[in-house]
């Protein structure tokens, strides 16, 4: 049984008067039957953990370095986010793939950081609208997936958001039928690749405008774990309501 994972996105939103949205969501999940994350902005990772220390709710960065210090200037180490108190951290969004041209290799190197540090990662990958319209979409994904994830990864160190780069923050959401595809076949790939056990264990998220109103549908989508979600997780009441319909999955 693979635990099921809410996990925010906080992106580049959010100075201390967020962390009253924070308050609000660890006052509502003392505890809670699924795994819950916060991402946070870097600067606000260590008043979060304060902050949702003794609740249900976990706190991770949004990415690290791949080495543990040196002259990287304004870079962060898994190493460091760690003794800010994170426990995970996302690694290869797209908008880091994009913005900061983050390759593939790049992200397989963050994860081993992460592991090293004793960091979960959650590793994204996700095709432009272009790769779908061509029919590329599983081939895009399966080379993501087989040079993001070092060989190291296992069920308790790795978490796979699938993220359409199209339906990010843009309302649009891919059909079930087309989410199905890809988490199913996401599993196929892990399962050849590290085995029936670490290959039914690694949990896949879909993330890419999940909202209240189409989070219930979502999960009962085939090898859908929970969500990465990011503009729906910066208000506690909206990601209640993502919680509670992965609660009721
Ligand atoms: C994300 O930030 O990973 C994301 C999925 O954003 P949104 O939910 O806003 O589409």
């Known amino acids: 049984m693979r635990q099921k994972l809410a996990a925010g996105n906080w992106k580049m939103n959010g100075t201390a008067d967020a962390l009253s949205e924070l308050n609000e969501l660890t006052q509502g999940?003392?505890?809670?039957?699924?795994?819950?994350?916060?991402?946070?902005?870097?600067?606000?990772i260590d008043r979060a953990s304060e902050a949702a220390a003794g609740s249900a709710v976990a706190i991770g960065g949004q990415?690290?370095?791949?080495?543990?210090n040196g002259a990287h200037t304004g870079d962060i180490s898994a190493e460091m986010l760690r003794d800010a108190g994170a426990s995970y951290v996302i690694i290869g969004h797209?908008?880091?793939?994009?913005?900061?041209?983050?390759t593939s290799e790049m992200i397989a190197a963050k994860a081993t950081a992460a592991y090293d540090a004793g960091l979960i990662a959650v590793?994204?990958?996700?095709?432009?609208?272009?790769?779908?319209e061509d029919g590329k979409t599983l081939d895009h994904i399966g080379t993501?997936?087989?040079?993001?994830l070092p060989d190291t990864a296992n069920a308790d160190t790795t978490v796979i958001a699938y993220e359409p780069v199209w339906a990010i923050g843009t309302g649009l959401t891919p059909t079930?039928?087309?989410?199905?595809?890809?988490?199913?076949?996401?599993?196929?790939?892990?399962v050849n690749r590290f085995g029936e056990e670490t290959g039914n264990g690694i949990r896949l998220l879909y993330g890419g405008s999940v909202k209240p109103a189409?989070?219930?549908?979502?999960?009962?989508?085939?090898n859908v774990d929970g969500a990465l979600v990011g503009g729906a997780s910066l208000k506690a009441a909206d990601f209640s309501a993502i919680i509670d319909a992965l609660v009721a999955a």
Not at 176 to 190: P, Y
Not at 214 to 222: L, Q
């Open 144 to 148: 993501q997936i087989a040079e993001s």
């Open 94 to 102: 797209s908008e880091r793939r994009d913005d900061h041209g983050e």
């Open 29 to 44: 999940y003392p505890e809670a039957a699924v795994d819950i994350l916060i991402c946070s902005p870097a600067t606000l």
């Open 123 to 132: 590793v994204c990958c996700g095709e432009h609208l272009n790769t779908r």
């Open 176 to 190: 079930l039928e087309q989410i199905a595809e890809v988490h199913d076949f996401i599993r196929a790939e892990l």
């Open 214 to 222: 189409n989070a219930a549908e979502i999960f009962a989508t085939s």
């Open 63 to 68: 990415d690290c370095h791949a080495k543990v």
